[in-house]
T-cell receptor, first 114, second 114 residues
Framework: AQSVTQLDSHVSVSEGTPVLLRCNYS??????LFWYVQHPNKGLQLLLK??????LVKGINGFEAEFKKSETSFHLTKPSAHMSDAAEYFC????????????FGKGTTLSVSS | GAVVSQHPSRVICKSGTSVKIECRSL??????MFWYRQFPKKSLMLMAT?????????EQGVEKDKFLINHASLTLSTLTVTSAHPEDSSFYIC??????????FGQGTRLTVV
C-alpha cells in the first residue's frame, strides 16, 4: 500500500524567503510522486512529478522537489516565495500501473506575508 | 497535459433528490477514472475507482448504493448522488488516467444540498 505524510499542516513564510514543504512517502513499489497546488475554491494544478527518472525534479513557478530514497522523502522547495504562492499543497503518491489511484497527503497550507 | 472536463462546476439541490456529475476526458482515452471527495479545508479522499465497462471499486466506508458510478465509455464517467442529504454537500473531483503514470483532474463540482 502507498501513503504519504505531509509533516507540516501549516507553513508561514515572508515574501522573498525560501519555501520548504516536507513530505515522506511509504510504498511497497517504486512510486510515482507528485506535488499539486490548490488555490481557494479552485481545482488542482500539477506542480511537478517524479517517475523514476532524475531525482531532482523541476516544476512550474520555480518549484522543485528532490526524491531521496534513503530518506523516503520528496520535499518541495522554492528559493523565493511570492504572495501568489499562498495556497494548499498536496503531496501525492501513486503505485505502479495506470489503474492505481493517486493517494493524497493531508495537505500543507502555505501562507505568505509581505 | 490532457484535458478532463467535469460538469457541472456548481449545483444546488433539494434534500431527497439525485444529482449527476459528469467527467469527460476530452483528448485521450481514460481506461480508469477515479472519484474523490474533499471536505472544507481537508484533503482529497478517494471514493471509488472505475474501469471502463466494469463495476466500480469503492473504498471502505463509501456507500455504493448512494454514490452510483458509471463508466460506460473510455471518455465518460458519471457519479450520481442519490437521495442527497445536507451531509453530502462537498467538493467532488474526478480524475482520469490513460496508459501513463499521470492522472488528470477535472475542475471539481461543488455540491450543496439544501
Amino acid at each position: 500500500a502507498q501513503s504519504v505524510t505531509q509533516l507540516d499542516s501549516h507553513v508561514s513564510v515572508s515574501e522573498g524567503t525560501p519555501v520548504l514543504l516536507r513530505c515522506n512517502y511509504s510504498s511497497s513499489y517504486s512510486p510515482s510522486l507528485f506535488w499539486y497546488v490548490q488555490h481557494p475554491n479552485k481545482g488542482l494544478q500539477l506542480l511537478l512529478k517524479y517517475t523514476s527518472a532524475a531525482t531532482l525534479v523541476k516544476g512550474i513557478n520555480g518549484f522543485e522537489a528532490e526524491f531521496k530514497k534513503s530518506e523516503t522523502s520528496f520535499h518541495l522547495t522554492k528559493p523565493s516565495a511570492h504572495m501568489s504562492d499562498a495556497a494548499e499543497y498536496f503531496c501525492v503518491v501513486r503505485g505502479p500501473g495506470a489503474g492505481t489511484a493517486l493517494i493524497f497527503g493531508k495537505g500543507t497550507t502555505l501562507s505568505v506575508s509581505s | 497535459g490532457a484535458v478532463v472536463s467535469q460538469h457541472p462546476s456548481r449545483v444546488i439541490c433539494k434534500s431527497g433528490t439525485s444529482v449527476k456529475i459528469e467527467c469527460r476526458s476530452l483528448d485521450f482515452q481514460a481506461t480508469t477514472m477515479f472519484w474523490y471527495r474533499q471536505f472544507p479545508k481537508k484533503s482529497l479522499m478517494l471514493m471509488a475507482t472505475s474501469n471502463e465497462g466494469s463495476k466500480a471499486t469503492y473504498e471502505q466506508g463509501v456507500e455504493k448504493d448512494k454514490f452510483l458510478i458509471n463508466h460506460a465509455s473510455l471518455t465518460l464517467s458519471t457519479l450520481t448522488v442519490t437521495s442527497a442529504h445536507p451531509e453530502d454537500s462537498s467538493f467532488y473531483i474526478c480524475s482520469a488516467s490513460g496508459r501513463g503514470t499521470e492522472a488528470f483532474f477535472g475542475q471539481g463540482t461543488r455540491l450543496t444540498v439544501v
